[in-house]
């Protein structure tokens, strides 16, 4: 069954990608999203008897990998609770995706590829989750990048889109440095990649010593610290972030599908399969909460200031998954997961409902250019406003009844600040950045759905009405420009133009992650995050730490109330200076301006980057090449020799004269040489 | 006649035969023996024992005073003769239309350069080894300087000039070795114990050969010209098979013969393998010439295997391997998908090409397969021999482990660089626009190369097992010799491990690390 699940979208992705020219667009279509739907069906099965309490974890081998002395390791199935969430929220969201593409891709010529990039990566990644090994898990891993690739390049005429495909592999790669670097020091300590054996004896490990780079180090820390680097690549935190939003120039339903739901949550979904390794490193999880709580804020304050809506969401995903860090920094690890599983629909529901506003508004992606959509796209502003009170974590306080986000963000923040000193401070800055979260993700509901309409401005609007049909995603935001976007548009109106709700194919998804985003936390607290519950759920395969749910259940009421404040307070301004007052902002910008122009350029990450890599790898490579290679190691090596013969030649050539003193000279010079030499040698 | 013996007389007898054919006949002589030897080369696999004598197939006559014909293969040679021979016939394919001049001397060329290689990988005598090892000079210099591009004479000289110098060094070293053991039989010479000293500087004579063959940095830079001028099946059998000679002479003759002078000298060879990783990786993402920066990327790749193979381990040592039989079939591969293009519109210009996904589909495929076995990428046939060599030399040092490892990220910067530029962006040339996708001849020799490039990645087993046996012994012989790592992993005072009752198990593995 589980063989069924994870290689019938393989299967699928081979036909519907080699043999689309044999079977036709639409035939690739039903292919891929029928395998989609029929993992799916087979998922929820198993995780609803792991919830049930009735399943036993398992592993089903597959085939010999490699064995090179004591490195050995197997291509195998592993089937466990944790597995099992990741396997719902994966096939279940990768369907939905499909599904959702058929209608927003409906006019690209090159569907089949598409679909079978899609359905590929639904394969890395059920590779990914099910490993049993080190090594699966890294060619998972690495497979889901080459499709992050392939998909954020899908529109390989853009030189944007292609810059950014090579930007996410090309960091990524800086993380998976650091993950094979700690697979390798992992097989050293252990003598073992297999996942279960390394967990079981990581407690043996803790206090002993190793050396790395010439430094004297605790082995467990610098084993976790060098796996997460491999998290934080992938997971895009602070440092290793800047491809995630560039990511976006790929098209929404793959945002949705890998820049939201699943693959950048490969990184929580590592470090919370190999918690019991982590837990033995306090200082390595220290790394891992200031790493998470940081992003979480620095994602949080960037988002505010974006204008473009999926870029907005980016940014907010990026936060989101700081959340899913700290708490399992601090030991929260049933939180992390859960806040994983309600993120993917929520998340997914969002960028998703994001697309269907594109689609409708003609590939106009720049709020600036939105507003009172309301009326126009009734149903996708539903599913927007359900996203949106889901991450927001709206809910009743104290009763236990809410949106998706209200549960498990509420439940992080609660573990975080009964773990103690360290996780109080995460929780502060949680707070802060849930207030952040609140305001942009509100920003983002009332700029696009309410106020007037602004669309006239918009170049693909006028495109649109003035019937310049060209299908072109390229210039998705080229030439627009910040500073005459606010005083401008605000007293324009539609522009003649009529948007128009999505087809079918795109609401049904919508609509069903909208009762995910609802339900989903209501529904799965109890086993994710509640102490007895979570043992017997999670059986033990992750750190389940029974105690610190407990103290998370019995923190002062202010701080269980703290979330609900600083929501409503973050709906509130955004009410204000969106809808009561829309002057406010642009008076906000002009007295702060060097802050806004700090945030709004995402703190100036990617000029530091260019300034630091990207321009010294380029200037270096050539100084080598020219000066190097060419320069030095040529003309003193080959040419140099070559040159040397040929003057050789010439002295030579120059030296048979023809004239007898001359050669009577050489002579001479040569029995002297020739008396020297057997002086010198026998006297 | 031995099997062996049978393979090396096959290409030679076409050899001769394609002088007197027109050049039609000449190519169809020359595919049909290549295909021959690779029939036999398969029955060699088959019949090869796994698990049994260290030496198979031996063959043994004698000629004259010392010098003897003496032939038999182990695992290693196995591997790279099946590597040799199942490229061989794809260079001929690959040269079907490229080559209209001298068609015949071309074939023969080719021909006897496969017998020479296959002489290389399975002489079991140190003087016959010698003599296959430097005639490979010989076919290669014509095949650059006649059917090669415009500067093809000062790249002949090039590569003429640097791999002559070193192999004079070896000779001497070879010769001295003789004198010694008072043997030219490598087996024999394989168990013999060379004083210390004497160690010292044999191990450098061969160094300067051997490194020159790789190349290593600094000797590489005859490798970019002779790949540049060489035309497409040229550069393929040079980097498929003449640059693994050079790591063959490392683990067949430096490693076991010299174990203490190799245990002494690592640094050299770590310090070189790390300078070129970085400095040929830079040096490769700034280059506009197609081959260049592949030939470049050898380079790199090639400093991993040096790498690998000093680590003195298991996997370092399998690892290397690895590599080397993946990028015989990946770098042959590559330049291949160069010279589809080349073949087209007759220049090796990146900036020229651009936007082929569009009119050639099914080439940007394979070229983005190759692409990424070429970085590495799991399931690929590169990320098995990465994988394993960086395992191997992490447990050696955790720098060098380190700074290889850059070659992980800037591979991927440098090769998704050059697909970016020909493959994706707009197609707006005219003259590329023109340009067809594959045809039948070109899937044939794709389909074979992109078969193994993934056979060997997701089941290299195959191609593991039958040099297990020889890696142990090699690993063995360094065995004492071997320094230990630079992990020196320390127990903990921590009382949860008397707690989990896991000390043996944990303490059972460390005896790998620690030393």
């Known amino acids: 069954m589980i063989q069924a699940i994870v290689f019938l979208p393989l299967l699928a992705a081979l036909i519907a990608g080699l043999g689309q020219r044999v079977i036709g667009t639409t035939a690739s279509k039903i292919l891929t999203t029928g395998a989609l739907f029929a993992s799916c069906a087979l998922s929820w099965p198993i995780f609803l008897s792991f919830v049930a309490g009735s399943a036993e974890p398992s592993v089903t081998p597959v085939l010999h990998w490699v064995s090179s002395g004591a490195l050995q390791f197997d291509w195998e199935l592993r089937v466990d609770t944790l597995t099992a969430v990741m396997l719902v929220v994966i096939t279940t969201v990768s369907a939905l995706v499909h599904l959702y593409s058929w209608g927003y891709m409906e006019e690209d010529p090159d569907q089949p590829r598409f679909f079978a990039y899609l359905s590929l990566f639904t394969f890395a990644m059920l590779m990914l989750v099910t490993a049993n090994n080190l090594v699966q898990m890294f060619f998972g891993w690495e497979g889901v990048g080459l499709a992050s690739y392939l998909l954020i390049g899908f529109w390989y005429k853009k030189p944007s889109a292609n810059a950014a495909a090579i930007k996410a592999f090309v960091v990524n790669r800086v993380g998976d440095l650091g993950f094979m670097l700690g697979i390798f020091g ?194 996708t502003f539903w599913a927007m406003t359900a996203g949106t009170l889901a991450i927001t974590g709206v809910g009743i306080p104290l009763a236990g009844i809410g949106f998706a986000g209200f549960h498990s963000k509420d439940g992080i923040l609660e573990a975080a600040f009964a773990a103690g000193e360290g996780g109080q401070v995460a929780y502060w800055v949680g707070v802060f950045a849930a207030l952040l979260t609140s305001f942009y993700s509100w920003r983002l509901v009332f700029l696009t759905f309410f106020g007037k309409p602004r669309w006239a401005a918009s170049e693909h609007i006028q495109h649109a009405v003035h019937g310049d049909h060209h299908d072109h995603p390229a210039d998705e935001h080229a030439g627009h420009d910040v500073a005459h976007a606010h005083a401008a548009d605000a007293h324009e109106g539609t522009g003649g133009y009529h948007p128009h709700e999505s087809p079918l194919s795109m609401l049904i998804p919508l609509g069903v992650l909208s009762l995910g985003a609802i339900f989903a936390g209501f529904l799965f607290a109890h086993p994710f995050i ?66 806004h122009k700090f945030l709004f350029n995402k703190w100036y990450f990617d000029e530091l980057y260019n300034v630091l890599f990207v321009k010294p790898a380029f200037a270096i490579g050539r100084f080598f090449w020219k000066r190097g290679d060419e320069g030095t190691i040529d003309r003193f090596g080959p040419d140099g020799a070559a040159a040397l013969v040929q003057g050789g030649t010439r002295l030579a050539v120059r030296l048979q004269s023809g004239y007898v003193y001359g050669y009577a000279f050489v002579m001479l010079l040569g029995l002297v040489g020739l008396a020297s030499w057997a002086m010198v040698k026998f006297l | 006649m031995g099997l062996l013996s049978l393979m090396l007389a096959v290409p030679m007898v076409a050899a001769i035969a394609c002088l007197f054919v027109t ?93 020479i290689m296959i002489g290389v990988f399975c002489a079991q005598d140190l003087i016959l080894f010698y003599i296959f090892f430097e005639a490979g000079l010989i076919p290669m210099y014509f095949i650059i300087g006649i059917w090669g591009g415009a500067n093809r004479i000062y790249a002949a000289f090039k590569f003429f000039l640097y791999t002559l110098l070193g192999s004079v060094l070896m000779l001497i070293a070879m010769i001295a070795m003789i004198r010694e053991a008072g043997t030219t039989d490598i087996p024999t010479l394989l168990a013999y114990n060379f004083p210390p000293e004497m160690q010292t500087w044999l191990w450098l004579a061969f160094f300067a050969s051997l490194a020159v063959k790789m190349p290593m940095w600094p000797v590489h830079t005859w490798l970019p010209d002779a790949h540049v001028q060489a035309p497409t099946a040229g550069s393929m059998i040079l980097a498929g098979v003449l640059l693994k000679m050079g790591a063959y002479g490392f683990l067949r003759f430096m490693m076991p013969m010299f174990p203490d002078a190799s245990a002494q000298l690592m640094w050299i060879v770590f ?241 790998g690390g620690v030393q």
């Open chain 1, 186 to 379: 992992t097989f050293l300590v252990f003598g073992t990649v297999s996942i279960p054996e390394i967990l079981a004896a990581a407690p043996g490990m803790a206090g002993s010593t190793i050396t790395f780079l010439d430094m004297r180090l605790d082995t467990m820390t610098i084993l976790c610290l060098l796996l997460f680097i491999g998290a934080m690549g992938k997971s895009a935190q602070l440092g290793l972030h800047t491809w995630l939003p560039d990511a976006m120039e790929g098209p929404t339903p793959v945002s949705a599908l890998i820049h939201a739901a699943t693959m950048v949550t490969a990184g929580v979904f590592m470090v919370c399969r190999l918690s019991p390794m982590f837990e033995t490193a306090p200082v390595a999880l220290g790394v891992v909460t200031f790493v998470g709580a940081a992003t979480c804020l620095f994602a949080a304050t960037v988002g505010t200031t974006q204008w473009d809506i999926k870029r907005v969401i980016a940014y907010s995903t990026c936060s989101q998954l700081g959340y899913m860090f700290f708490a399992a920094g601090v030991g929260a690890y049933g939180a992390a997961m859960f806040h994983l599983f309600t993120h993917a629909f929520f998340k997914a529901l969002l960028f998703l409902g994001a697309g269907s506003v594109i689609h409708a508004m003609h590939h106009e992606q720049d709020m600036r250019y939105y507003g009172a959509l309301r009326k126009e796209i009734p149903f």
């Open chain 2, 271 to 511: 310090v070189l393998s790390m300078i070129a990783v970085v400095y040929t990786s830079l040096v490769a993402l700034v280059q506009n010439d197609m081959k260049k920066l592949i030939a470049y990327s050898s380079v790199a790749h090639m400093a991993i295997v040096t790498a690998g193979l000093f680590a003195f381990n298991q996997q370092g040592i399998e690892g290397a391997l690895i590599i080397m039989l993946s990028h015989g079939v990946v770098s042959a591969a590559l330049f291949f998908c160069v010279g589809v293009i080349y073949d087209r519109l007759h220049t090796r210009e990146i900036g020229r090409y651009g936007g082929l996904a569009v009119n050639m589909p099914a080439y940007a495929l394979f070229f983005m397969l190759f692409t990424m076995a070429s970085v590495g990428l799991p399931g690929t046939s590169g990320f098995v021999g990465e994988f394993l060599s960086l395992a191997g030399i992490y447990e050696a040092s955790s720098w060098v482990a380190l700074v290889c490892g850059t070659g992980v990220i800037l591979g991927a910067a440098y090769m998704l660089y050059l697909y970016r530029r020909v493959v994706f962006g707009e197609l707006t040339k005219d003259d590329v626009k023109a340009m067809p996708d594959i045809t039948a001849r070109e899937w044939a020799i794709f389909v074979p190369l992109a078969a193994v490039a993934l056979w060997m990645g997701v089941y290299p087993e195959s191609f593991l097992a039958p040099m297990r046996g020889d890696v142990t012994t090699v690993v063995a012989r360094l065995a004492p010799a071997k320094p230990a790592g630079d992990a020196h992993l320390a127990a903990g005072k921590s009382k949860a491990a008397e707690a989990h009752g896991e000390v043996a198990h944990g303490e059972a593995h460390q005896a």
């Open chain 1, 530 to 595: 509640y102490p007895e519950e979570g043992m017997a759920f999670w059986k033990g395969s992750i750190a389940f730490d029974e105690h610190l749910m407990h103290a998370a259940h019995e923190v002062p009421t202010l701080i269980k109330l703290m979330p609900f404040v600083v929501m409503a307070t973050g709906l509130f301004i955004a009410w204000n200076s969106y809808i009561r007052d829309t002057t406010l902002p642009a008076r906000f910008v002009a007295q702060f301006g060097l802050l």
């Open chain 2, 23 to 115: 050049d039609r006949n000449a190519r169809l002589i020359a595919f049909a023996a290549t295909l021959i030897d690779f029939a036999l080369g398969i029955v060699l696999w088959t019949r090869f024992d796994i698990g049994g004598a260290q030496w198979q197939f031996t063959e043994r006559a004698d000629l004259f005073g010392r010098f003897q014909w003496a032939l038999g293969i182990d695992g290693m040679a196995l591997m790279l003769i099946m590597l040799t021979v199942f490229l061989m016939p794809l260079c001929i394919l690959a040269s079907w239309d490229a080559i209209t001049r001298r068609v015949g001397l071309y074939m023969a060329m080719f021909l006897v350069m496969e017998t």
